[in-house]
């Protein structure tokens, strides 16, 4: 019903910059919540950023100051502004939506590599 493909990630050094994009598609009615959620190699999935259809944002602590997220409602888009990047980022971003506060959908997921 609703279909979110992520791009923009890749390989940047330690203090480097990625934006991540998530085009929304289908029936993106009513989504409420959008946000990324990211898997570092033996860690559980953690939430990063979230943003709500009101505009209200939230952010992991690990991030503050360094990430921000933003959607653009006309062109069906989340955004994951990355800067000052740590080796501790390296993860696949995930970007997740809710919609009418109950139906979720998933995207398939960037990888975003931190290294020198």
């Known amino acids: 019903q609703v279909r979110l493909v992520e791009s923009g990630g890749g390989l940047v050094q330690p203090g480097g910059s990625l934006r991540l994009s998530c085009a929304a598609s289908g029936n993106i009615f009513s989504i409420n919540v959008m946000d990324w959620y990211r898997r570092a190699p033996g860690k559980e999935r953690e939430l990063v950023a979230a943003?709500?259809?009101?505009?209200?944002?939230d952010y992991t602590d690990s991030v503050k100051g360094r990430f921000s997220i933003s959607r653009d409602n006309t062109k069906n888009t989340l955004y994951l502004q990355m800067n000052s990047l740590k080796p501790e980022d390296t993860a696949i971003y995930y970007c997740?939506?809710?919609?009418?506060?109950?139906?979720?959908?998933w995207g398939q997921g960037t990888q975003v590599t931190v290294s020198s």
């Open positions: 943003i709500t259809s009101g505009g209200s944002t």
């Open positions: 997740h939506a809710i919609q009418r506060s109950v139906n979720q959908y």
